[in-house]
């Protein structure tokens, strides 16, 4: 069930403000996050059942021997489910499944979630946590353009008071430090069970809105670059991608480097419901990592929040083999860990006039970590027809908890499906590195590097 005393303040917002530019919370509001909020926003206390613990600070100690790169150990390898949940027994958990969640179990008579106690993991520096307190009483947005202002090196908006604040909370989130190499596969299972390698590839990406030596006044409004280099196939080998995304949506800039045309070259296009070629066209490009770019062709509203299952605390998942975890129909229910948590649901709804071939969306954003944990898509006929998934990675080392890696997409009506930002098969695994120079992040240095 959904918080009764937020629905009456978010009522209570929209009528003061009308949907327009939204003003920070007050002083007394922010010094909650010192009391019953933890300093990223969420609610301190467990639930009434106990189902879902208290914080009591997330994960932040790594294994003595781990090394940057490594994959992670799972920290609850010797704990077994509480319970399953199958098409035949869902009808007691109605409340906590997400409606994707529902036709998996319906679709599949096979599907089934392992739902384990509840760990509230999710962590960040003290740093992190003081500069999201400075930003709960001067972060702003507004929300016909999306654009951010007065947030800096922290979550913007702990203490959200629309839909649109809760997804710059996921563009601004914590992901472990201020640069990060992630090398990847994508892989794809067709409706027939077959399984196909879509892409290799390395991606790098830095957040200079978390530049610790930074503040407010020198943040020059770019939070995000990001650079992917691609190695599979080897038909489109050499070729890369540039992402420049800015708390002001429309100073964004991509731009594609094409081994054929050996040159780089706008991209506009690297947006929306644009098919993603990463994926081979499967997914949409405001898909990937969640979500990917602005969302300003439609109109969000804050629901509220609620108790749902989902996937959560995943390093297990991203310790097996590919072979082991992507299986026809569905992932690996036995890899594959669910939790109990709080999260946020905002459902985005296409604006009169605009197009997209997904007009309407259910976000679930995790209360701890402002990750995307779930999306449902539905179709212009109302029928939900794909619903994105992330296997949270656990990072201690850093410490984090984030949706960038392992995250995919289940088409509901054909049974095809993928699993992207995998290093499954791979040696390294998703971790910061040092910050290369501030010529890295740039057109021409893509192209130097991706000249074969």
């Given at each position: 069930?959904?918080n009764?005393?937020?629905m009456?303040?978010?009522c209570?917002?929209a009528?003061?403000?009308g949907g327009?530019?939204q003003?920070a ?29 208290a914080?009591d ?18 920290p ?6 509480l ?6 027994n ?7 499944l ?10 599949y ?7 384990y106690p509840?760990h ?7 740093w992190?946590?003081d500069?999201?307190?400075a ?24 203490i ?6 809760v ?8 992901q ?12 794809l299972?067709?409706?027939g ?8 590839a ?14 407010l ?8 670059w990001?650079k992917?280099?691609t ?9 890369g991608?540039?992402?420049h ?5 429309a100073?964004r ?5 094409l ?25 949409l ?16 509203k ?13 390093n297990r998942?991203g ?10 129909r ?10 109990k948590h709080?999260v ?8 009169s006039g605009?197009?997209h071939?997904?007009?309407r ?6 209360e ?8 449902d ?12 998934y992330?296997?949270?990675?656990l990072a ?26 995998s290093?499954?098969d ?5 971790h ?5 120079s501030?010529?890295?992040f740039?057109p ?9």
């Amino acid at each position: 069930m959904f918080n009764k005393n937020l629905m009456m303040t978010l009522c209570s917002l929209a009528l003061l403000t009308g949907g327009m530019a939204q003003a920070a919370v007050s002083p007394d509001q922010a010094a909650r996050l010192k009391t019953d909020l933890t300093p990223m926003g969420a609610e301190r206390a467990g639930n009434a059942d106990g189902s879902i613990p208290a914080w009591d600070g997330g994960y932040t100690q790594a294994p003595a021997d781990y090394k940057s790169g490594d994959k992670r150990a799972d920290p609850f390898a010797g704990e077994k489910p509480l319970y399953r949940i199958t098409a035949a027994n869902m009808g007691q958990y109605g409340e906590q499944l997400a409606e994707g969640t529902k036709v998996l179990l319906n679709k599949y008579p096979d599907y089934r979630l392992d739902v384990y106690p509840t760990h509230r993991s999710a962590a960040a520096p003290q740093w992190v946590y003081d500069n999201t307190f400075a930003n709960a009483t001067r972060a702003q947005v507004d929300v016909p353009t999306e654009k951010v202002s007065g947030a800096y090196g922290g979550i913007p908006f702990p203490i959200p008071q629309n839909g649109a604040e809760v997804l710059w909370n996921y563009r601004l989130s914590w992901q472990g430090g201020d640069t990060i190499s992630a090398p990847f596969d994508t892989w794809l299972m067709t409706a027939g069970g077959k399984k196909v390698q879509a892409t290799r590839a390395k991606f790098s990406y830095q957040f200079p809105y978390y530049f610790k030596e930074g503040n407010l006044e020198s943040f020059g409004g770019k939070y995000q670059w990001g650079k992917l280099y691609t190695e599979l196939p080897s038909s489109k080998a050499g070729e890369g991608l540039m992402t420049h995304w800015d708390v002001d949506p429309a100073a964004r800039a991509a731009w594609q480097y094409l081994v054929g045309q050996r040159r780089v070259r706008r991209a506009p296009n690297i947006a929306y419901d644009t098919p993603d070629f990463v994926t081979s066209g499967v997914g949409l490009f405001d898909e990937a990592f969640m979500i990917f770019g602005p969302t300003d062709r439609y109109d969000l509203k804050l629901v509220g929040k609620k108790e749902l299952l989902v996937p959560y605390n995943n390093n297990r998942a991203g310790l097996a083999k590919s072979d082991d975890l992507v299986q026809p129909r569905f992932l690996n229910p036995d890899l594959v860990r669910w939790e109990k948590h709080r999260v946020w649901v905002v459902e985005a709804t296409l604006k009169s006039g605009k197009r997209h071939v997904v007009p309407r969306r259910t976000y679930y954003v995790d209360e701890d970590s402002w990750q995307v944990l779930l999306v449902d898509g539905y179709d212009a006929q109302g029928r939900l027809g794909r619903q994105m998934y992330s296997l949270t990675l656990l990072a201690p080392d850093m410490p984090a908890l984030t949706a960038q890696v392992m995250w995919g997409s289940y088409n509901l009506d054909t049974g095809a499906y993928f699993l992207n930002s995998s290093s499954n098969d791979l040696k390294e695994q998703y971790h910061a590195v040092e910050r290369p120079s501030a010529t890295f992040f740039t057109p021409d240095a893509m192209a130097n590097s991706s000249i074969r």
